[in-house]
């Protein structure tokens, strides 16, 4: 583990990505503490100012600090995109591995219907799961990871399938090893790798979504500061205050290329090379 | 005369993320007209560069060292501009590449990719380049040639391919060619063919050529002259009938006494005691019929073999021919239509093989790269089987030992090790069993030549001390010849013969066999 | 391409078309809002709703309810909306082509900037053009439609006036005011396709230059020029198609966002709008038809990519 991280900080991805992801665990941990002023606080003589001294970036149509909004929005916005990707990734691993696992015809169903499933683009289906099971953060997370299950099926299901042709796959099943045993110990240590990648790549995926979702109204609910609720509500005002906007538009932005980034480095960190 | 190639002092550096590597160091060499300068290396030692830095396409961190000097005919090519190089390349020297199947563009269709050297070199126009492409297709000895040049790669077999590649070669009549492992991937067979034309048409021509391998044995057949590569230093060069009987230097002499040598037995003594193992009628059939689709082809037909105990069987035969696939029967990774029987038990299925049958039964597979778990150790990997079957685990050190590898290899992990390591891991994994038979897959054939006869030697030293018993697959029949009692050689999923070494030896063999043995023919001298 | 290929593409079509309305419809019925409520308000008779309950068979098996619904959809009824008492089918249609037209016109543009650019960047890897390439497709595939959407108006539309903001003029009204009104949905749909498809393109097109037989074309001695059209071109484009049926599905979730923001009465729009007025049927015949819409899309890819690559024997 300590090898890979050494790994992860030799690229220029690996190093920003950490740095990005430092930043955020930050601003959700201490968002709350970090913040100049409370989120809710309304301030109605200084509404729209413009960024200053006073405002760092800004205050919004209520006269809420943007910054603030944005510190203790980090904790809205980021944990639960990232709990409902890797969630979502675990069903989507299980059943990828277990349909490359299976093959034949199983193996066929299964992909057909994932393929199926997919046939619905993402947004759509997180809409419809919204509006059946109900507005708010945790039912937008719940759409997000039934989002991202079916896609990180399939790439599992790949990339178990290749691992699965390797030769120390058949030398240990011609050593008369229990299927048990294949999948969990020679194959999935081999599989965790390019799942993590993926997965740490989603994660920017899904954090777009629920800011989309919030932005349509359908994810988090105000009064919470969530990044695409802020950007929503900012909307009309967009001529007399663009900053209510630009603010949290840029920090959906960098949330999403930090991940981008450390899936990135992850890449190169995660595949021996030849060292010799 | 004035040679037509002549290479002076050339050095050669790559520059990489670890520092910069030098790969040629003080090259000198000349090849006059119509002669054929075998350049023989293993991997790593530059050989490839070389044929890069002559036909001026070097990566883009190549550093080529000053004062280093490559002129064709009166030309200095390391001088020479791009443009210049456009109207050299192709037309006064051209490349004969490894991989035909690669070497194709597979959206263009056969025709265009001859015709259009003819017209960029030659100046004719596209009907004319493209009759007189047809005319040189049907020179290389390709049936309907007119009916090629209209079809793509994919449809064309790799002799077929490796053919137009020459033909493409000599096209426009250049005064240099250079061969980078033409035959290597072909089948024996074919590859032999290919070499008969190349003598033909080198005969005709008067070409000058460089013929690059790792094959020192076929380069000695092939080239007026041999050239050995050893770490970017020629070490060797002499007439190529001398280089086998007189070789001069110890690298060399090493390189010689490596190469398989079917009069040269390696193993003594005869076998004559109890089977060990029969398989009968054994039938192996990959996919199965779907819907709207037809059943594949077997890839075996009732094949009967019985291996004895402590003897090695050796199994020969081309690509598709099924070798493989009675391995991975004999092994339970395919299922299969007929009987196998080990020590009285008859097993007619893979889910009848037992946790016996496994232990007794081992293999060894061809790629050292994807044989070795790579998230595991080798302590990992060899522990794994001595759990499985009883053995004592701290016995791990002595395995390595058994197999000439470090104890401290045990904490490595295989991206830390080289092919041939890799390859001795392997084969301790199989003997931690301590099975009464191993099968062996093309284990030698990703392996430098020198790296394969210590591997060989591994093999028959361990046969000595536990009397395991090898069928060993391989396509190098000379090899064969020299480590096996009884050969049987495979084609297109079915035996054609079943033979003592013995018989193999005076020539009675089936025409096919005949034709195999013609294609690898001993090293001259 | 054989007849048994096309009728086994065609069953995988019609298999995923057969999930997809399961689907569906299986989530809608799960909405807990009561359809008869909806269409007749809060006040209305528990007669009146015992009626529309009957009339829409409300009280059946959700079975039996299924197969009325695909039924009629095959019939090509879609249902009748229960926020206009109108029929679905007309209305999503027409809602549609406006869409196709959006999509279209991203899709084209698409193509037209990425498949260049991605190449270029190959050709020029490694150096300062090519990063810039990258980090301008790194910062296009993490910004969300939205965002990118809001921020056009904030620059384009509010500070310097140069377009309309939002509205939809049909083409055969005023066809210079139409475009006007299309530039920027079609730019925020485009800007993340250009994005990813680059990258793809230009990974592609890097695999080709560093191809056994591009090297052997300029071993022949041909001119960059002739190896770049005649040998590159064609085998870094054949992945694109696919690359570009992929995309498709990013293209139709896009649409939903953009339409919105930018007032086009689009699918996407319509089923918004039918989303957040639990008009069921709606929803059911737009999510069908978005997702036939990627099923076909994929489907003219593969026939496509069988004819152009001839290696392929979809046998």
Redesign the interface.
């Known amino acids: 583990m300590i090898d890979a991280l050494r790994r992860l900080w030799r690229t220029p991805q690996g190093v920003l990505g950490s740095v990005l992801l430092a930043v955020l665990i930050l601003a959700c941990l201490l968002g709350g503490v970090l913040a100049p002023y409370s989120p809710e606080a309304m301030d109605f003589a200084g509404r729209f100012a413009a960024p200053s001294a006073r405002h760092w970036l800004g205050a919004d149509q209520l006269g809420r600090d943007v910054l603030s909004r944005l510190l203790v929005g980090a904790r809205s916005t980021v944990p639960l995109a990232v709990a409902a990707t890797f969630s979502g990734a675990l069903v989507g691993a299980c059943v990828g591995t277990l349909s490359a696992y299976l093959g034949g015809r199983w193996d066929e169903a299964i992909t057909r219907t994932i393929d199926a499933v997919m046939a619905i683009p993402h947004l759509l289906l997180a809409l419809i799961l919204v509006s059946t099971l109900g507005k708010g953060s945790a039912n937008a997370a719940l759409a997000i990871a039934v989002s991202v299950a079916p896609s990180m099926a399939r790439v599992t299901r790949s990339v178990a399938l290749a691992v699965r042709q390797q030769d120390y796959v058949k030398a240990a099943i011609a050593r008369g090893e229990g299927g048990a045993w294949i999948v969990l110990r020679e194959m999935l240590p081999n599989v965790a790798a390019p799942l993590i990648i993926e997965a740490t790549i989603r994660v920017a995926f899904a954090i777009m979504l629920f800011a989309t979702l919030s932005f349509l109204g359908l994810g988090a609910q105000p009064p919470a500061s969530e990044w695409g609720l802020m950007v929503s509500e900012g909307r009309r005002f967009m001529h007399q205050a663009p900053w209510v906007i630009v603010a949290p538009a840029l920090a959906i932005a960098t949330t999403a290329i930090c991940f981008n980034l450390l899936g990135d480095g992850l890449r190169d960190a995660l595949n021996p090379r030849d060292e010799r | 005369m004035s040679p037509v190639l002549q290479v002076r002092d050339y050095a050669l550096d790559y520059v990489t993320r670890d520092g910069t590597q030098r790969v040629l160091q003080d090259i000198s060499l000349a090849i006059e007209a119509g002669e054929v300068l075998g350049l023989v290396g293993e991997s790593g030692s530059g050989k490839t560069s070389l044929a890069w830095a002559i ?1 001026r ?1 070097l990566p883009g961190n190549a550093r080529e060292a000053p004062g280093g000097r490559i002129h064709l005919g009166g030309t200095d090519l390391v001088a020479a501009s791009s443009k210049a ?7 006064r020297m ?2 004969v ?1 490894q ?1 035909p199947s ?7 269709t056969i025709g265009r990719q001859v015709s ?2 003819l017209v ?2 030659r100046g004719l126009s596209e009907k004319e380049a493209w009759r007189a492409a047809t005319e040189a297709l049907e020179h290389v000895d390709l049936r309907d040639a007119a009916g090629l040049m209209k079809r ?1 790669p ?1 449809q064309a077999s790799g002799g077929e391919k490796q053919r137009v ?1 020459i033909a ?1 070669a000599f096209a426009c009549r250049p005064e240099l060619i250079v061969f980078d492992e033409p035959t290597t991937a072909l089948d024996v067979i074919t590859g032999a063919r290919i070499l008969e034309l190349f003598g033909r048409l080198r005969a005709e021509t008067g070409v000058a050529a460089l013929y690059i391998s790792h094959d020192l044995a076929l380069v000695s057949r092939v080239a007026d002259r041999v050239a050995i590569l050893e770490r970017g230093r020629i070490v060797e060069e002499a007439p190529a009938d001398r280089i086998f009987t007189a070789p001069t230097q110890d690298y060399t002499r090493r390189l010689v006494a490596a190469v398989p040598r079917p009069d040269h037995r390696l193993v003594g003594d005869q076998v004559t005691g109890e089977t060990l193992l029969r398989a009968e009628a054994i039938a192996v059939r990959y996919g199965r019929k779907r ?3 037809a059943a594949p082809a077997a890839a075996t037909e009732d094949v009967t073999l019985d291996i004895r105990r402590g003897e090695i069987l050796g199994v020969v035969g081309e690509s598709g021919s099924g070798k493989s696939s009675i391995a991975r029967a004999l ?3 395919a299922d299969y239509d007929g009987v196998i029987t080990l020590g009285g038990r008859r097993i007619d299925r893979t889910g009848g ?3 016996a049958y ?1 232990r007794a039964v ?2 060894v ?3 050292p790269d ?7 150790t080798v302590a990992d990997i060899l522990a ?2 001595l759990r ?1 079957y009883g053995g004592d685990v701290s016995t791990v050190p002595a395995l390595l030992e058994q197999v000439r590898l470090p104890a401290g290899h045990a904490r490595r ?1 295989p ?4 092919g041939g390591e890799k390859q001795r891991v ?1 084969i301790a ?1 199989a003997f931690a ?1 301590r099975p009464a038979l191993v099968i062996c897959d093309e284990i030698t054939a990703p392996l430098d030549v020198s790296v394969q006869a210590s591997v060989v030697e591994l093999l028959l030293g361990l046969r000595d001390t536990h009397g395991t018993a090898y069928l060993f697959i391989t396509h190098d029949l000379n090899l064969v010849r020299q480590i096996a009692h009884r050969i049987v050689v495979m084609r297109a999923g079915a035996i054609v013969d079943l033979l003592d070494i013995d018989a193999v030896r005076q020539g009675n063999v089936s025409p096919y066999t005949r034709q195999l043995m013609a294609a690898s023919p001993a090293p001259v001298g | 391409m054989s007849l048994a290929w096309l009728l086994r593409r065609l069953l995988t079509v019609l298999y995923t078309l057969l999930v997809v309305s399961l689907l569906v419809f299986g989530l809608t019925q799960l909405l807990p809002a009561d359809a008869a409520v909806t269409l007749l308000g809060e006040n209305a008779t528990p007669e009146a709703l015992a009626a529309v309950r009957l009339r829409l068979g409300l009280g059946d098996p959700a079975w039996l309810q299924y197969w009325h619904w695909l039924s009629g959809l095959l019939q090509g009824d879609f249902g009748t909306s229960m926020r206009t008492s109108q029929p679905v089918a007309p209305a999503m249609f027409t809602a549609l082509g406006r869409s196709l037209m959006l999509g279209g016109a991203s899709l084209v543009l698409m193509l037209l900037i990425a498949v260049p650019l991605g190449m270029w960047a190959a050709l020029r890897r490694g150096k300062a053009a090519d990063l810039v390439a990258g980090l301008v497709s790194y910062l296009g595939v993490s910004l969300p439609e939205f965002v990118t959407a809001t921020l056009l108006l904030i620059v384009v539309a509010d500070r310097f006036q140069l377009l309309p903001a939002t509205g939809y003029v049909a083409p055969g009204e005023d066809l210079a005011d139409s475009l006007r009104h299309l530039v920027l949905p079609v730019l925020t749909v485009s800007l993340i396709l250009v994005a990813h498809v680059s990258r793809m393109v230009r990974s592609e097109t890097i695999d080709v230059l560093n191809s056994d037989y591009v090297r052997a074309a300029r071993l022949k001695g041909l001119s960059p020029r002739v190896v770049l059209l005649r040998h590159v071109l064609r085998n870094a484009l054949l992945p694109t198609i696919t690359i570009v049926a992929l995309d498709v599905g990013y293209l139709l979730g896009g649409i939903i966002v953009v339409e919105e923001i930018f007032a086009i009465p689009g699918i996407g729009r319509a089923l918004i709008v039918a989303i957040t007025s639990r008009d069921l049927p709606s929803i059911q015949a737009g999510a069908m038809i978005m997702a036939a819409t990627y099923a076909i899309a994929n489907t003219l890819a593969d026939i496509a990519y069988v004819l152009v690559d001839r290696r392929i024997r979809y046998d």
């Open positions: 036909m396409h190089l456009e109207t050299i390349r192709g037309r051209s490349m590449f991989d690669t070497a194709l563009n597979p959206t263009l259009e050297v960029r070199h793509y994919h590649v493409t819907l709207f689709r092994t339970g990774l093989m037992d946790r496994r081992q293999i597979f061809q790629h994807s044989s070795l778990n790579p998230r595991q794994r089987p499985l992990y991206h830390q090790l080289s392997a994994r069993a």
